[in-house]
Structures are given as structure tokens and as C-alpha cells.
């Protein structure tokens, strides 16, 4: 005799058009919820062991700064599957691929202090878990963000572009703590976004979005505490 998993409330409802999870069945939401945050720390330990073997191997960290064409491939790689990643979001296990590869092409070499590293580690990991928190207990409407949170994100595209002519230890200490503010509003409004507009069979986009906010975050705060060091 077969059980059903989730209640008679029938799940195809859930799956309608138009349908997020905060609509959906309990089950479902806490089914969602336990997909994204699985996929997000698998993409974690992945970032962080092949960051590892670039910090680590010398062998591989002599190749990568002999060849900046493989950083920019990668780059290009990343915004490719991006784009593979929006198409084929909902057809499984199509999804799971790409978003293995792009995690892996994704994960960020950097060569500062290990100390350095750690502290910036320590700091991310406090702050996600500080504003998912805030976020899930907030009553309040966190989607009108979105629209401040990109503007801000071109003038910080710009700006690093100005950078390039402009540069100084004083300007990468004010964009980076400026980037670093705008990826705790892009966690705080992705959290959200993910419980209150998203559709139940859409987790892979929601660990890729907080994903990308989580390693953008630690970039920036690794970059202000460098900047903090040399003053």
C-alpha cells in the first residue's frame, strides 16, 4: 500500500502557474526550503574546496598566474551558464548539471593572508545568518528593495570600471564597503523573494541567487579587511 508524501491538497495545485511557496502546502514549503539550503551548502563546500586546492598548489596557482585567459574563460563560462541555468531551471537533472559546473567554474581563487581569509569567512557566516534571521521573522514587504538593490549594483559596476583609472587603497576601501552593504540588501531581499515569488520547483534559482550573494559578500569584506590592513 503506497503512502502519499504530501497531504490530499493535491501538490499539483502547488505547481499551477502563478503559484509560490508561501501559497503552498506546509510540506512543500518545508520541502523547498530544505532543497535550497542543501543545494547552497553543497555549493559552499565545493567553493571552498577548490578554492583550497588554488590557495594550496603551488603547481596550480603558478599555472593560473601564467594564464589569465583561464580566469577570463572561466568568467565568460559562468555568465554562459548563467544564462543555460535561467532556460533550463526547471528541467531535471539537466539543472543539477549545470549548476555543478558553474559552481565550479564560480569558485573564487584568492591569495590574501589566510588570516585575513578566515576573519572574512567568520564574518559572512555570521551575517547571512544574522539577516536570513531577520528575514524570515520580518512582516515586512522586502520586494520593493529589488529595485533600489540593482540601481545601486550599476553604480558599483561603474564605478569599478572608473577604478581602473582612479585607483587608490582609500577607493577600494569605500566600493568595497559599499558592495558589501548592497549584497546584505541582495540576501536580505533573495531570502525573501524565494518564499513569497518563486514556485516550489524553482530551488535550484533560489541557491544560485543566494549563492552568488554569499560569495559576493565575502569578497567585498575580504577586500575592506585587506584595505583596513594596509591603512
Given at each position: 500500500m503506497s503512502t502519499e508524501k504530501y497531504p490530499k491538497s493535491s501538490i499539483e495545485d502547488d505547481f499551477n502557474y502563478g503559484t509560490n511557496v508561501a501559497t503552498a502546502?506546509?510540506?512543500?514549503?518545508?520541502?523547498?526550503?530544505?532543497?535550497?539550503?542543501?543545494?547552497?551548502?553543497?555549493?559552499?563546500?565545493?567553493?571552498?574546496?577548490?578554492?583550497?586546492?588554488?590557495?594550496?598548489?603551488?603547481?596550480?596557482?603558478?599555472?593560473?598566474?601564467?594564464?589569465?585567459?583561464?580566469?577570463?574563460?572561466?568568467?565568460?563560462?559562468?555568465?554562459?551558464?548563467?544564462?543555460?541555468?535561467?532556460?533550463?531551471?526547471?528541467?531535471?537533472?539537466?539543472?543539477?548539471?549545470?549548476?555543478?559546473?558553474?559552481?565550479?567554474?564560480?569558485?573564487?581563487?584568492?591569495?590574501?593572508?589566510?588570516?585575513?581569509?578566515?576573519?572574512?569567512?567568520?564574518?559572512?557566516?555570521?551575517?547571512?545568518t544574522g539577516l536570513t534571521a531577520y528575514t524570515f521573522q520580518s512582516k515586512r514587504d522586502l520586494s520593493k528593495m529589488g529595485a533600489w538593490l540593482f540601481a545601486c549594483l550599476w553604480i558599483l559596476v561603474i564605478a569599478g570600471f572608473m577604478r581602473f583609472f582612479f585607483n587608490s587603497d582609500s577607493t577600494e576601501l569605500v566600493l568595497s564597503g559599499a558592495g558589501a552593504l548592497v549584497f546584505c540588501g541582495f540576501i536580505i531581499y533573495d531570502t525573501s523573494l524565494l518564499m513569497k515569488q518563486l514556485s516550489p520547483e524553482e530551488h535550484i534559482l533560489a541557491s544560485i541567487n543566494l549563492y552568488l550573494d554569499i560569495v559576493n559578500l565575502f569578497l567585498h569584506i575580504l577586500r575592506v579587511l585587506d584595505s583596513l590592513k594596509k591603512h
Open positions: 502546502s506546509i510540506q512543500i514549503r518545508m520541502d523547498f526550503l530544505r532543497k535550497v539550503y542543501t543545494l547552497l551548502s553543497l555549493q559552499i563546500i565545493l567553493t571552498t574546496a577548490t578554492s583550497a586546492l588554488f590557495m594550496f598548489s603551488q603547481s596550480i596557482k603558478d599555472f593560473v598566474h601564467g594564464s589569465p585567459a583561464v580566469v577570463l574563460v572561466s568568467a565568460l563560462l559562468s555568465l554562459v551558464l548563467l544564462l543555460a541555468l535561467a532556460v533550463y531551471r526547471h528541467q531535471h537533472p539537466v539543472n543539477l548539471y549545470l549548476l555543478l559546473v558553474f559552481t565550479c567554474l564560480f569558485s573564487t581563487v584568492t591569495f590574501y593572508e589566510y588570516s585575513t581569509i578566515l576573519q572574512a569567512l567568520f564574518l559572512t557566516c555570521a551575517v547571512f
